[in-house]
DNA sequence: AGTGATATTATGTCTGCACATAATCCGAGC
DNA sequence: GCTCGGATTATGTGCAGACATAATATCACT
């Protein structure tokens, strides 16, 4: 019996599938199971471990372990840096800076981003292309008083991936949702206004302060998949 | 030193965010790690693979260790049926049955369900409510032939629960995007035909066979969020 | 019956050791 | 200089045993 720890998930996977062990059943302990598989503990609690990560599963101490009941699926989705994401799709990236200059937010901006009304922000509007054509309208609200100085010129390095390069790795929050095209992003992205976008909004903090605030606006026909 | 693995991976982090181990550099090896924490090579061994699965570090055997040189940031998203969606906000669900019917799908939902052109398929188009108002259009195609017979009276059990709770665990892929509504869309909404609408597309299989395909079509001021 | 201390139990984590595996390094041979 | 193949090495995984932790179960006592 060739029973490796990913053998051990394959096989209680299958069980719960066939519905030998159904939505909310207790199954065996760790150590009945290790019996049976004739391994060690460690490697059956490997097995069930990935599997309640992965929602599949829900252990308790002394409780023992059970099916979930609802699973609530968890889809895990790569947020990659725009370029490596145009370049994936086997085209060719660029970008245009449109306009960076020091303004102070407007305060719902101000206030997702936690900071006091009247703080003086930078903001950076680019386009990005994939093959010569508009691929995601970019705007983005950078806190200078917690950046590496000076700034780069943003025409040249694009602040996407400046700030992966540059700001140490943070903790942050990822919104999607669709809006109809405004003006300004009708405008560049060549589209009527009102068209339906894929909006990404972003933003990211250090342990403390807020480091930037991201809108993307995509070009209509994009989407976000993932496997499960 | 109370040095658990949480420790461990905690303090490996912090010297990645204070760029003592800079993007791309190559940390020491798990046993120098053990040695210098006092610690099993197990314990440091669980803490950087748990920063690997993370996005954070990049590990090869033999190469060694390295900090991952542009952080492709993993969201996990949860995807919870629609009744506990709704219920989260703190809202009533509801859901009115509009249709349900068999028949054969176009040809663009049969190939992306991988089956011949001509299968007969369920077809089921349900209309979500939160608090009484729309809140989501549902439209599945169920592939009879995998499911579990007697289908249950979709206008008393949502199609969407009773999948989850009468189908085994199985894979799958998720897509979202953003359309204009259509002229049903728009109709069953109660929104104006071209409004963006956030859509999402699940497609679930069994081991071979395709159970469902289903088009989620979500009232505007939708939003799907996570934290990373 | 109710309540609180205690025993029990399943999972969580750690150790120390071993071998497997993959990738790199490096030198022999051409 | 080049290639091929074996030595080296860091990570991946496994095992047996131990203690920690959290939650339940039980029982004595009020």
């Known amino acids: 019996m060739i029973a490796g720890w990913e053998d051990i998930r394959a096989e209680v996977l299958r069980r719960i599938r066939v519905r ?3 939505p909310g059943a207790l199954i065996p302990t760790e150590e009945a199971l290790a019996g049976e598989f004739g ?5 059956v609690n490997r097995a069930l471990r990935d599997l309640a990560e992965a929602g599949v599963l829900e ?5 023992g372990t059970r099916v979930a009941m609802l699973p609530v699926r968890k889809a895990t989705l790569d947020i990659p840096v725009i370029r490596q994401e145009v370049e994936a799709r086997g085209q060719a990236h660029a970008f245009r800076l449109l306009s960076a200059r020091e303004e102070v937010p407007p305060v719902p901006v101000a206030s997702r981003m936690g900071l006091a009304p009247g703080a003086r922000l930078w903001w950076v509007e680019t386009l990005h292309l994939a093959d010569g054509r508009p691929f995601v309208h970019e705007t983005r609200w950078l806190n200078p008083a917690v950046l590496p100085q000076p700034l780069p010129d943003f025409g040249k390095v694009s602040a996407n991936e400046w700030l992966v390069a540059h700001v140490s790795y943070t903790t942050g929050d990822i919104a999607f949702s669709a809006e109809g095209a405004d003006g300004r992003e009708a405008d560049v992205l060549g589209v009527a206004p009102g068209t339906a976008l894929f909006i990404t909004e972003r933003s990211t903090w250090t342990a403390e302060a807020p480091i930037t605030f991201v809108r993307l606006a995509h070009a209509p026909g994009y989407r976000v998949q993932t496997m499960v």
Chains 1, 2 share one sequence.
């Open 20 to 22: 030998d062990w159904p």
């Open 39 to 43: 391994c060690a503990r460690a490697t």
């Open 59 to 63: 252990r308790r101490r002394k409780a």
